[in-house]
């Protein structure tokens, strides 16, 4: 069977093989050789003979070991490093102070000293002292010139303490001020002759002597009270000891506490304000004599403080007591608001709150010095007093403010000229209408307010304000001596530390003033209004010696702000200022 096998196979080897040799015989015997014959080796792959052994039982490893910890001891020297030395830059210097002289048209002296301690970390000290007068004339509608002149003095000394966690304050101050009765009404001219000079011409004359200290504490963290507590005393002498007097006596105060972190805050305004004002009359509907009263006030309130946005609510409390009227009791509530909506550029805000305002002779006598000599203003009540607007930075260099604010005053108060004979200045006052006393009247108040600042570069820099005014009046026909609106620009240059330039622009409305005609009817005249310009120059010759000059109205416009008496034209002051004796430099 084996060589069956055999034979079988070789047959049908050579079968296939002649089969082949017939079929070559057809094929061309040509061969076309397309490059060199390259024998290639492959790799050759070599089983592996060695024996592999896989066990199927596996123990896994396990021992116990134990380290036992030693202390090395180590000796390590530290070498001291030097510290570094910084220059810090140099302290600007101070100087002990300065005098300011100067002397201008309309005789008019001019005369500023300030004396105050060097630099120091614990405290602040010093004495100022100002003077200035005037002597010149005016000439009035009936072309003819009156002695116009007016005499301001102001001597002072303050203090400053600065300690860990607080700061003391005080100043005391004489101020002496005196303006004369120049006015008159040109109508009644043919009934009296007004005086032209000085000696012939009435004077309102006020002695002042006032004192102001301050409290409070400079704590950042919101484990400690904050304190602001502040003292306020005056007396006020008239030249003529038998017309006026008047003394005040307050505290106020604020008492506040951060909580949970300083997102929120705790706090209440306190105060107690006593006046005396025995030698005056109350210009109301009669004449009543004023002699004491006291006000208390007490302001609770919270708020909370987000990381762009602050809410504030409470509550003013008053309590009023005269000593002829029995005790006034007022509420207002009180909130405010504000967001800041994108980056300090858009941020609205708002607020309502009320208030207890009292007139008191100090604030009269500073925005009206003509008044009648034993004025006492009444208090005003501002039920509503509301506001809202918006704030922020159009950029670095440039913020604006637009506000608009709504109140609601019952017993606001208007200037107009004094028609009373009171039997102590002499009967031709009835005639001159020159010194002024007050009406009074509930009224809705709506006033439009814009700001902006702009500071182009450290040298140049402007501001712009406007404001607008509108009064809805109760009984009073118009809101008297009260101008429309106001808008003031102003510019301000410095060219190498070397020449300060300020310019004022000074633009108020018309205004109406309460008046009456021959008749005795009662009637009203229109003010109009007028453009104040000013311009102050500074010229440093050296850093302890500079000349200046302040040009004033230079439109020369003889316009009224009371009625019946009209400003000074075209005036200028000029003068040096020296600057005293100061430390020497030195580096931080």
């Known amino acids: ?247 005040m006596l307050s505290v106020t105060g604020d008492i506040n506490k951060f909580i949970n972190y300083k997102k929120n805050i705790l706090g209440s305004e306190f105060g107690i304000s006593y006046y005396d004002q ?45 000593d002829d009227n029995d005790p006034v009791f007022r509420f207002y509530p009180q909130a405010s608001a504000q967001y800041n909506m994108v980056g300090n550029f858009l941020i609205p805000y708002f607020g309502i709150t009320g208030d207890y305002m009292v007139n008191d002779f100090r604030s009269v006598l500073q925005e009206n010095k003509f008044i009648e000599p034993r004025l006492a203003v009444y208090r005003s009540d501002y039920r509503i007093f509301s506001y809202g607007g918006i704030k922020g930075n159009f950029s670095p260099e440039m913020q604006y403010d637009v506000k608009v604010t709504y109140a609601k005053i019952d017993d606001m108060y208007f200037y107009v000229n004094n028609t009373e004979n009171y039997g102590v200045l002499g009967a031709k006052d009835i005639y001159l209408m020159n010194n002024f006393v007050v009406v009074y009247d509930d009224i809705e108040y709506l006033d439009f307010f814009g700001e902006l600042d702009f500071k182009y570069s450290k040298k140049l820099g402007f501001m712009l304000k406007a404001d607008y005014s509108i009064y809805t009046m109760t009984n009073e026909f118009r809101p008297w001596h009260v101008p429309d609106y106001e808008v003031v620009f102003g510019a301000k240059y410095n060219l190498r530390n070397k020449i300060l330039v300020n310019a004022l622009i000074y633009h108020i409305g018309g205004q109406s003033v309460k008046s009456w005609n021959p008749g005795g009817i009662e009637d009203y005249i229109e003010l109009d209004g007028t453009i104040d310009v000013s311009l102050g120059i500074e010229y440093r010759y050296s850093k302890i010696l500079s000349a200046f000059i302040d040009l004033n109205n230079i439109a020369s416009q003889n316009y009224y702000r009371w009625h019946n008496y009209p400003t000074q034209g075209f005036n200028f002051i000029a003068g040096i200022t020296y600057s005293l004796l100061g430390e020497k430099s030195s580096v931080n």
């Open 1 to 247: 069977m084996k060589y069956l096998t055999l034979i079988i196979g070789l047959i049908v080897v050579f079968g296939f093989y002649g089969f082949a040799q017939e079929e070559e015989e057809d094929f061309e015997k040509d061969v076309i050789i397309v490059k060199p014959y390259e024998p290639a080796i492959s790799d050759a792959y070599k089983y592996s003979t060695q024996p592999k052994i896989e066990d199927t039982v596996r123990i896994p490893p396990s021992f116990d070991y134990t380290i036992e910890s030693r202390k090395k001891e180590v000796d390590f020297d530290v070498e001291p490093i030097k510290a570094a030395k910084t220059v810090g830059e140099p302290l600007t210097k101070l100087y002990r102070g300065y005098i300011r002289l100067g002397y201008g048209n309309y005789f008019t002296p001019y005369a500023e000293i300030d004396y105050n301690a060097l630099r120091s970390k614990n405290y602040l000290f010093g004495v100022t002292g100002k003077h200035i007068s005037s002597g010149g004339k005016l000439k009035l509608v009936d072309d003819e010139n009156v002695f116009s002149g007016y005499n301001d003095n102001k001597l002072g000394i303050y203090a400053k303490g600065f300690y860990n966690n607080s700061t003391v304050s005080g100043n005391l101050n004489y101020i002496s001020s005196r303006v004369y009765y120049y006015g008159f009404d040109e109508r009644y001219l043919n009934d009296i002759e007004p005086g032209r000079d000085r000696e012939d011409i009435d004077n309102n004359t006020y002695n002042i002597l006032d004192f102001n200290a301050r409290y409070r504490s400079n704590y950042t963290d919101s484990l400690h009270f904050n304190y602001d507590i502040n003292l306020d005393c005056y007396n006020i002498q008239h030249n003529d000891d038998n017309i006026f007097d008047a003394n």
């Open 278 to 322: 025995g030698r005056s009359f109350r210009f109301k509907t009669v004449y009543d004599t004023v002699k004491q009263y006291t006000v208390i006030k007490f302001d609770p309130y919270a708020g909370i403080i987000g990381d762009d946005w602050g809410i504030r609510v409470g509550l003013n409390t008053f309590v009023a007591y005269t």
